[in-house]
């Protein structure tokens, strides 16, 4: 399997100080950052990201460096846009750091307070972010504030670290919807290559031992009235070219409607249990995640989709590294990402597993990204598209696993929706 080229540039170590010429200016620049301080991180063609900066009380003082703030994930495509000058600008973009005091909308007595930008760091992009190793594009204090230009003393000073890392990835699409047991093919730009096929299946009946051999059952159509009433025995087994089963997620929770509800609520979730095969028993599985999903009602309803890594089958061992809300008419990405969502419990300094076994034995990834699924919404036809961080995948078996999830996060999609009853009095809106 051969990985497409992505770079992953970070942004962190950020602090803030006043040196002590600018402290001894007025009472009332002092005063201005005694209130929360943020800042805006751009890069065009990507969205606005946004992330508090600490204001450091003594001058000696330096943010921690292993601290990141955001990450932007670049293709190439990505990287050569923000190279090629556009219409209304001859140079190349920059990544923009706007810092402020005060909160975009609070109010203090009725009083609204307005957020002021206290300075810009820029800094352009440049070809040697695509070369292809790890480059610290920045490291220090760089006065951002506008009190050197204006008076001459010295200005605010933000501390930042940014750093271009190589992140590699491996892409790859189902060729139908999940429940059609598609075949799963591996992206190379127009190369398209098999890897896996996907056998989805329905059996009426519950299972006693969902960690045994236990694959029975009729394939056919299930009977449409138990389909209304619940959602239950749904099986996914990700098979590789030679027809092994590597990778199998199943319903281990029935998707059913809560008391008085039409949909699967928070308070009564559906689950899936994502295994792989035991190298130490044949014909037998390990537990290795646990996906829980419910729908979510409001102006615009969601399926959230919380992901556990699963330490020897045990609840105790149960890890939390991803709760998501996807959108249940437009679709969502669903992902696993230290950098955009990171559980207190996987912050541990731990090396970074270099597969997905090792994944699930350290409990905690550090380092970015791991995975990202794309679903559509209900009703459309939903072809999952799966990037995989490299570093996780030292066999084809590795890669099998997170196929599994993605399929139980787009079969969950599928499970949530309204079971169409009709509605009692007083619906559960709270659950």
């Known amino acids: ?55 450091l009380s003594s001058p000696e003082a330096t943010p921690d ?7 932007f994930y670049l293709e190439d495509s990505d990287l050569k846009a923000l190279l090629a000058p556009g219409c209304f600008y001859s ?5 923009e750091i706007a810092v402020y005091t005060g909160k975009k909308e609070s109010s203090h007595c009725g009083v609204g307070i307005k957020r002021q930008q206290i300075g810009t760091f820029k800094l352009e992009v440049s070809p040697e972010w695509g070369e292809g190793k790890p480059v610290i594009l920045f490291n220090g204090w760089i006065g951002i504030g506008k009190n050197k230009q204006e008076t001459g003393k010295q200005g605010v000073e933000l501390h930042l670290r940014v750093k271009v890392d190589p992140d590699p990835r491996y892409v790859f699409q189902f060729e139908d919807v999940t429940r059609l047991s598609p075949q799963i093919f591996q992206l190379q ?34 009977d449409l009235e138990a389909e209304r009433r619940e ?24 998707f059913v409607p ?42 615009r309803d ?12 045990q609840e105790v061992g149960e890890l939390l590294m991803s709760e998501i809300y996807i959108n249940t008419e437009k679709g969502g990405e669903f992902f696993i990402d230290t950098d955009r969502q990171m559980p207190a419990a996987a912050a541990s300094p731990i090396p970074s597993p270099q597969s997905s076994g090792d994944f699930a034995a ?57 079971f169409r009853r009709k509605m009692k009095k007083g619906s559960c809106h709270s659950l």
């Open 1 to 55: 399997m051969d990985p497409q080229a992505f770079i992953r540039l970070s942004i962190g170590s950020l602090g803030l100080r006043i040196p002590g010429t600018a402290l001894n200016s007025t009472k009332s620049e002092i005063h201005a950052f005694s209130s929360p301080c943020s800042c805006e991180i751009r890069l065009r063609g990507f969205p606005v990201q946004t992330t508090s900066v600490p204001l």
């Open 65 to 71: 460096s292993h601290s990141i703030a955001s990450s």
């Open 258 to 299: 809560s008391t008085g509800c039409d949909w699967v609520a928070k308070s009564n979730p559906g689950a899936w249990l994502i295994v792989r095969p035991d190298v130490c028993r044949a014909e037998s599985w390990q537990p290795w995640g646990k996906l829980e999903a419910w729908r979510e009602r409001g102006i």
């Open 91 to 95: 140079t190349h973009a920059c990544l």
């Open 362 to 418: 350290l409990g905690t990834v550090v380092g970015g990204f791991v995975m990202s699924c794309r679903v559509q919404g209900e009703g459309k036809s939903s072809k999952p598209l799966v990037q995989l961080a490299m570093r996780h995948v030292t066999c084809v078996e590795d890669a099998a696993i997170f196929m599994a999830l993605a399929a139980a996060v787009d079969l969950s999609i599928e499970a949530c929706r309204p």
């Open 189 to 222: 730009g127009s190369i398209k290559q098999r890897i896996f096929s996907c056998k989805f299946s329905r059996d009426r009946v519950p299972q006693v031992d969902p960690l045994c051999n236990y694959w029975s059952g009729s394939t056919d159509n299930a």
């Open 302 to 313: 969601s399926v959230c989709c919380r992901f556990r890594l699963m330490s020897e089958g």
């Open 231 to 254: 959602r239950k025995g749904w099986k996914v087994k990700i098979h590789d070219l030679s027809g092994s089963a590597v990778a199998a997620a199943f319903m281990t929770t029935p």
